[in-house]
C-alpha cells in the first residue's frame, strides 16, 4: 500500500487552483531548486567531519592544559575557559574566518566549556547541582552566541546531562519525571507544524536525542541501571522509581498529537472507531511496556510527518533499544515472554493487514 | 536518464519547508502542501508499514523464545521439524504475495534467518565438533539463490555479513592455529571480498542507471573496505602489530588511491570520497603522534594539538573544495 504521492509541479498546480500561490511560483521554484541554492545546507559528513574532529582537538587541548598543571589553579582555569569561549564566539560569528580558524573556534569553545564546569564544580566542591546550573547557565549564553548546528547541538545536551547526573547521584530520580515532561513540552513546540527558525534546528535535534535518553534512565531506574549507579556515584539506590508519571505523559503527549494532527476537533475525533483504538492500543502500550517505547513511537510519527529521515531513524534507533530492554526487564519466564512479543507481533502484524484491507476497499469503492 | 526537471520530482514535505524558509513560497502555502502530503491515506500507509516493520520481527522472536523455553524438552526430530516448518512458513508468506511488496521480502530475509536457525539446531543436535566458521559458511551458501532472487539490499547485506563472518571465524579457528601469519592477511582478504562485492554494486548500479539511485550500500561496503585497508597499517604505526610495514602502507595506499579515483572521477560519491580523506587523516594523524608524542612535553603536544586542528581544518577545506557546486562531472549523481 502506497500513498499517492504527486510531483512537486502537480502540487504547486493545485496549490496554485486554491489561490495559495501565484501563476509564477512554478518557475521560481524550479529556478531555486536548479540554482543549487537549496543545496548550500552543510551535508551530513561535513557536520560529523567538523564535530568529531572539534571534540579530538579539544580534549587534546585539555590534555595540553592538564600538563600545564591548569587543573591544580582551578579558578585560572574557570578564567581561560571563559576566553577561549569569548575566542570562539568571535572567530565562528566572524563571516571572513577560514576553515582553520573556524576549526579552532570550535576546539576553544567545547575546551572552554569544559574548563568552566570544571572550574564551577571546584568552586560548588564538587556538588552536580552546582555543576549542572553552571553549564545551563552555559548553555543558555552561548546557544545564541555560537554560530554552529554541532555547538548548539551539544550544548543543550550537555546541559541535561548534567542535570540526569545530579538526579541520579543524590537519589532525586522522581525529578527526572519533570525533566521528561519538560522535554516533551519542548518537543512538540518546536516541531509544531510550519517553518522553524534556522535558530532553532540544533535545539529541536537536541531534544529529539536528549528525551528518549532520559526516559532510558527513568524506565531502568533502580533496576538495570542500579549497578552503573552504584559503581559511578557509589550512592544509595533507594526505592525503586516508578516509572508511570512518565508513561501517562507520554500517552498524554501522543494523544494530543494525533489530536493536532488530525486537523479535527477533539470530540470529532472521540467518536471515530480508528482513534478509540489508537486510545486502547496506547494505553495497553503505557501498561505493558516501557515508556520509551511510546517516546520512540512519537518520534516515527514527527519523523515522517517532518519528512525528516534522520529522526525516523533515531526513531527507529531508540524502538529497538526499548524493546531489547523491554524483554530484558519483564521478570517472567522464557515461555511468557515469548507469548507476550509473539502476540504483540501479531496484534501488529494483523493491525497492518486491516489498515491494507480498509485501504483496498475505499479505493474500490470510490466513484470513477 | 531520469528526468532533471526538479519539477517533475515527487513532491517532499522538507523540500516545501525549505522553500518557505527561502521565502520561494509562503509558509501558508508550504502547510497546505504539507497537509496534501500528510493526508489520512498518507497517515494509514506509514502505519501499515510502521506496525508490519515493528510484528514480523516480534512474532519471529516470540517462536524463537517459545522453542528456547521447551528447548531441552524436545526431540531432536520435534526440533528439526519445528523450525523447518518455521523456515517453510516464512517461505509461504514470501511467495503469497507480489515480489516487490515489502512484506514479500521481509517473508524471504525471515526465511534466510531461519536456514541458520536450522543449521544450528542441525549442529547442536547432532554434534561432530565442527568449526563455527562453517555454520556461516553453509548458511551463505544455501541462500545464494535466494539472495540473487530477492535482488533486494537487506538480503545482500545480511548475506555479505554471512560470508564476513564466516572468514573471520575461518581465520580464527583454522588458518592462523600454530601459525605466525599476521593479522593483516585477514583484513586483506576482507578487504578484497568487500572490494569486489562493491565493485559488482557499482557496475550494476551503473547498467540501471534509470532507476533510483540509493547510496547508501555501496557506501557501507566502501566503509567496510576502507576500514579492511586502514586497520593493519594503523595498528603498524601505533605499535599495536610488529609486522614490517611496507605491504600494509601499499594495501592502503592503493585502497584511498583507487577510491579517490572511483568516486571522484567515475562515480561523483561526496560521503565515499569524505571517508577515502578520512582514512588519510587517521593515518596522518597517527603517524604524527608516533613521532612527537612518546616522551613529549607539554610544548610537544601542544604543537600537536595545533597540527590536528589543522589537519581537521584541511579535510574539511578539501570535502568542500570536492563538494563544491560544479565540482564533479556529474553533479547530478551527487548522493
Not at chain 1, 229 to 243: C, I, K, M
Not at chain 2, 247 to 266: A, E, H, I, K, Q
Amino acid at each position: 500500500m502506497k500513498a499517492d504521492t504527486p510531483s512537486l509541479g502537480t502540487l504547486l498546480d493545485e496549490l496554485e487552483a486554491a489561490g495559495l500561490v501565484d501563476a509564477t511560483s512554478r518557475a521560481r521554484v524550479a529556478a531555486h531548486l536548479d540554482s543549487g541554492e537549496a543545496k548550500t545546507a552543510t551535508p551530513l559528513y561535513l557536520r560529523l567531519t567538523i564535530g568529531l574532529g572539534a571534540w579530538l582537538t579539544g580534549f587534546c587541548f585539555l590534555v595540553v592544559l592538564g600538563l600545564g598543571g591548569i587543573f591544580d589553579h582551578r579558578g585560572a582555569g574557570g578564567m581561560l575557559g571563559g576566553g577561549m569561549m569569548g575566542f570562539a564566539a568571535l572567530v565562528l560569528r566572524w563571516r571572513e574566518a577560514g576553515v582553520f580558524l573556524r576549526q579552532l573556534g570550535f576546539t576553544m569553545a567545547v575546551a572552554g566549556d569544559l574548563l568552566l564546569v570544571f572550574a564551577a564544580g571546584d568552586l560548588a566542591q564538587g556538588n552536580l547541582l552546582g555543576m549542572a546550573l553552571a553549564q545551563t547557565v552555559i548553555s543558555l549564553v552561548a546557544y545564541p552566541l555560537l554560530p554552529s548546528f554541532g555547538l548548539r547541538f551539544a550544548l543543550p545536551l550537555a546541559a541535561v546531562a548534567m542535570v540526569v547526573a545530579w538526579c541520579q547521584e543524590g537519589g532525586h530520580q522522581p525529578f527526572l519525571h519533570l525533566l521528561a515532561a519538560l522535554e516533551w513540552a519542548m518537543l512538540l513546540w518546536l516541531f509544531r507544524r510550519g517553518p522553524r527558525p534556522a535558530l532553532l534546528e540544533p535545539l529541536a535535534a537536541a531534544v529529539a536525542v536528549m528525551l528518549p535518553a532520559t526516559v532510558v534512565l527513568i524506565d531502568l531506574g533502580g533496576g538495570l541501571l542500579g549497578e552503573w549507579r552504584r559503581w559511578l556515584f557509589g550512592a544509595d539506590l533507594g526505592p525503586a522509581l516508578s516509572s508511570l508519571p512518565t508513561k501517562v505523559i507520554s500517552a498524554g503527549a501522543l494523544g494530543w498529537l494525533a489530536i493536532r494532527w488530525s486537523g479535527r476537533p477533539a470530540v470529532w475525533l472521540i467518536r471515530q472507531s480508528w482513534f478509540l483504538l489508537v486510545v486502547v492500543l496506547m494505553f495497553g502500550l503505557a501498561w505493558l511496556a516501557m515508556s520509551g517505547v511510546l517516546v520512540a513511537l512519537g518520534l516515527l510519527a514527527l519523523g515522517f510527518d517532518e519528512d525528516a529521515p534522520v529522526l525516523s531513524g533515531l526513531g527507529w534507533a531508540f524502538l529497538a533499544l526499548f524493546l531489547g530492554l523491554d524483554y530484558y526487564a519483564l521478570n517472567t519466564t522464557l515461555v511468557v515472554k515469548s507469548g507476550l512479543l509473539a502476540g504483540t507481533g501479531t496484534l501488529a502484524t494483523l493491525g497492518s493487514w486491516a489498515l491494507r484491507r480498509r485501504e483496498q476497499r475505499s479505493f474500490t469503492e470510490e466513484p470513477t | 536518464m531520469a528526468s532533471m526537471n526538479p519539477l517533475d520530482a515527487a513532491a517532499r514535505v522538507r523540500t516545501l519547508r525549505a522553500l518557505a524558509r527561502a521565502g520561494v513560497i509562503s509558509p501558508v502555502a508550504a502547510e497546505a502542501g504539507a497537509r496534501r502530503l500528510r493526508g489520512d491515506a498518507a497517515w494509514r500507509a506509514w502505519a501499515a508499514r510502521t506496525l508490519l516493520v515493528v510484528g514480523t520481527p516480534l512474532v519471529l522472536a516470540g517462536i524463537l523464545f517459545f522453542f528456547a523455553y521447551n528447548w531441552s524438552g524436545l526431540s531432536r526430530g520435534a526440533k528439526l521439524a519445528l523450525t523447518q516448518a518455521g523456515l517453510i512458513g516464512c517461505v509461504v508468506a514470501a511467495a503469497a504475495q507480489r515480489a516487490d511488496r515489502l512484506g514479500a521480502r521481509l517473508g524471504l530475509l525471515a526465511a534466510m534467518v531461519m536456514v541458520g536457525v536450522c543449521l544450528a539446531v542441525f549442529g547442536q543436535a547432532y554434534q561432530t565438533g565442527a568449526d563455527a566458521y562453517e555454520l556461516f559458511l553453509g548458511w551463505a551458501l544455501l541462500i545464494t539463490g535466494w539472495v540473487i532472487l530477492a535482488d533486494w539490499t537487506g538480503a545482500w547485506l545480511l548475506w555479505l555479513g554471512l560470508w564476513n563472518t564466516a572468514l573471520v571465524l575461518y581465520w580464527n579457528q583454522v588458518l592462523s592455529v600454530g601459525r605466525a601469519w599476521a593479522d593483516g592477511w585477514l583484513f586483506t582478504i576482507l578487504a578484497v571480498l568487500n572490494g569486489v562485492a562493491l565493485a559488482i554494486t557499482e557496475l550494476n548500479q551503473r547498467r540501471h542507471e534509470s532507476s533510483p539511485r540509493r547510496r547508501w550500500f555501496p557506501e557501507l561496503l566502501w566503509a567496510a573496505t576502507l576500514t579492511a585497508v586502514t586497520i593493519p597499517l594503523f595498528a603498524v604505526i601505533t605499535g599495536l602489530s610488529h609486522d614490517p610495514p611496507i605491504p600494509w602502507f601499499g594495501l592502503w595506499l592503493m585502497g584511498v588511491v583507487s577510491g579517490y579515483v572511483v568516486y571522484r572521477v567515475f562515480i561523483f560519491d561526496m560521503p565515499a570520497l569524505a571517508l577515502t580523506c578520512g582514512s588519510v587523516a587517521v593515518i596522518v594523524a597517527a603517524a604524527l603522534g608516533r613521532a612527537m608524542l612518546p616522551g613529549g612535553d607539554v610544548g610537544i603536544w601542544l604543537v600537536y594539538c595545533l597540527m590536528l586542528v589543522g589537519l581537521v581544518a584541511a579535510l574539511v577545506g578539501v570535502l568542500r573544495w570536492l563538494g563544491r557546486p560544479g565540482g564533479s562531472e556529474h553533479p547530478g549523481q551527487s548522493s
